[in-house]
């Protein structure tokens, strides 16, 4: 009988992950998979080994933990893995989430994308200033592959991801179903009764389904598992978009909505006040989400797929 291949999954309760989780448990090959996900409540723990996933009761406080988990996996998917590599020998791989905020461009929502960002251009990334959201974390993952080789490394660089997820483990109340931009400024929004933009909306920002999401990380794992000649290291990102929009549009959506169920006057957005800004947006260590151009409608990113088309 062939080995089982052994997966860490971190996150595996949350919206991309447990995307993630419940399309291995549909896959055929299932059975000869191992996978570890680390969870941090017992109840959910349970539901999942009740659903043949080694569910580990943690967080990653637990430093030792983590690593224990990850050196024991050939694939990760957000974790570290410089210990298997020492004790085996055997190259393990990572499939680590960045975000597409690592491009952005601080438009403050008064024009349109000036750089399109192209994922197969390993030279247009590497410029990219340590300052931005996510470069630091995607820099020492990099490294991990190109300068130390103990791990091949694959990043995937969600855009803003729309939809409700479902599947068994959101109906087993495991996973949550709602992604974080999308519901904030929907909260935002009942709250003040119209859509919101930050200057005039016409910052533009990729997106992609939280269904189309999930299936790049299995066909990523799909390749990675059969050995393809696919790109790693800093030739190893997966930009995941689908589509693209601006903020203004997305919150006339918003605001066309409020109007539909009655709590809202117009159905044309308008300009947030720096008092809303820190009202609605002020959530993250003391600094304004205004500030953090994944979280706030107020920055560019546009993106030219080549290696995520592959």
């Known amino acids: 009988m062939a080995a089982k291949t052994n997966i860490f999954l971190t996150g595996a ?13 549909d896959r055929q090959d299932f059975p000869s998979l191992n996978i570890t996900a680390l969870v941090r409540s017992p109840e959910k723990a349970q539901k999942l080994q009740g659903l043949g996933i080694n569910a580990v009761t943690g967080s990653f406080e637990d430093l030792a933990l983590v690593e224990k988990l990850a050196s024991e996996a050939d694939i990760v998917i957000n ?24 491009l952005a461009e601080d438009a403050a929502g008064l024009y349109a994308y000036e ?24 820099l020492a993952v990099i490294a991990a592959d190109k300068d130390e080789g103990y ?10 991801i729309y939809g ?59 390749s990675i598992h059969a050995n393809k ?9 997966y930009f995941g978009e689908s ?32 008092e809303e800004i820190v009202k609605y947006f002020f959530i993250y ?10 979280l706030l409608p107020n920055s560019n990113v546009d993106l030219e797929l080549v290696n995520a088309d592959k």
């Open 13 to 25: 309760t949350g919206y991309i992950g447990g995307s993630i989780l419940v399309r291995f448990l």
């Open 79 to 102: 974790a570290g893995l410089q210990r298997r590599h020492q004790g085996t020998g055997v190259v393990p791989k990572l499939i680590h989430t960045s975000g597409t905020a690592v």
């Open 115 to 138: 750089t399109i960002y192209d994922d197969s251009d390993p030279y247009q990334i590497e410029a990219l200033p340590p300052t931005q959201v996510h470069r630091l974390i995607d």
């Open 151 to 160: 791990v091949k490394t694959y990043i995937i660089l969600p855009s803003l």
């Open 164 to 222: 409700i997820a479902t599947g068994k483990l959101v109906d087993l109340e495991v996973q949550n179903p709602y992604s974080i931009l999308v519901p904030l400024l929907v909260a935002a929004s009942l709250e003040r009764g119209q859509g919101g933009v930050v200057g005039e909306g016409k910052n533009i920002w990729p997106n992609v389904h939280i269904d189309e999401i999930a299936d790049l990380y299995l066909i990523l794992y799909d």
């Open 229 to 237: 000649d696919i790109g790693h290291g800093r030739e190893g990102i």
């Open 243 to 274: 589509d693209e929009h601006t903020f203004y549009d997305l919150s006339k959506e918003i605001s066309k909505a409020l109007v539909e169920i009655g709590r809202g006057e117009s159905e044309e957005p308008t300009t947030f006040t720096k």
């Open 285 to 294: 260590d003391e600094m304004p989400i205004i500030s953090r151009p994944s």
